[in-house]
């Protein structure tokens, strides 16, 4: 499971930036993973047991991430598929084409870049429902989307009176603090937050890749930006 919140065209400095938590309960909560090169083109969060991802990024900036059920490896190895495709077209044809499977589970997929960002819900039916995302702030929870979510209103009060041109330092730091927040972490329905990723995006592409591992020790955000420019400069 995870919270992901969307800013897009919200700062000045960063047309894109992406944030979020993936959770998990106490009884799976232990799986090893690490942010890895994950073939030539693609560089993303690897789970031991799964030949796939929940976060990655692609050699043309593209990123894509999911919520829904953890204990499901399929949408992970779908998010590796889609993040194997050079633009946005062809991986909306391949979301169309496929089926999901457990209907009883509400999966995101969650993937753009600064030119867009898209969700794509799981539905009844066994497909798909694909949407473009406003220009603002949408945060994708398991249930997105999300209306009349009261406890998620002062996360959009507290972003809506943020300095929208301060520094990357200054914001990340305020970011971070928008992820320990007990409606975003998880805490607030029982998991626990075992993960925390923020992605920025500036005028050039993307320009910061932060994970934190809170299974890991020491547990802080290390940027994985040098691990991605070397992806793109060997695929290129």
């Known amino acids: 499971m995870a919270t992901v919140l969307v800013l897009s065209d919200y700062h000045g400095k960063f047309p894109l930036l992406v944030a979020l938590n993936r959770h998990a309960t106490p009884a799976h909560s232990k799986k090893p993973f690490s942010v890895e090169k994950l073939d030539q083109d693609i560089v993303g969060v690897k789970t031991e047991d799964v030949d796939g991802t ?6 043309q900036g593209i990123f894509a991430t999911s919520t829904g059920n953890e204990a499901q490896s399929t949408h992970q190895n779908l998010l590796k598929k889609m993040l194997e495709l050079s ?9 169309s084409k496929e089926e999901v499977n457990d209907k009883t589970d509400t999966i995101n997929l969650v993937f753009g870049d600064s030119n867009g ?4 819900s799981s539905h009844y039916f066994g497909g798909f429902f694909l949407r ?4 603002g702030l949408t945060i994708v929870k398991d249930n997105f989307p999300t209306l009349n979510d009261g406890s998620l209103t002062h996360i959009h009060q507290t972003l809506d009176m943020s300095e929208k041109n301060s520094d990357w330092i200054k914001y990340y730091s305020f970011l971070k603090s928008i992820l320990r927040d007990k409606n975003i972490s998880g805490s607030s329905f029982g998991y626990n ?3 925390s990723s923020i992605l920025a995006y500036d005028k050039d592409g993307v320009k910061r890749f932060k994970f934190l591992n809170k299974m890991g020790k020491p547990a802080r955000f290390k940027d994985h930006i040098d691990l991605y420019k070397e992806m793109k400069k060997n695929a290129g």
């Open 132 to 135: 473009k995302l406003p220009q």
């Open 54 to 59: 929940w976060l990655g990024i692609n050699r």
């Open 117 to 120: 960002v898209f969700v794509a």
């Open 193 to 195: 937050s075992i993960a």
């Open 87 to 95: 633009a946005i077209k062809d991986i909306i044809e391949l979301i």
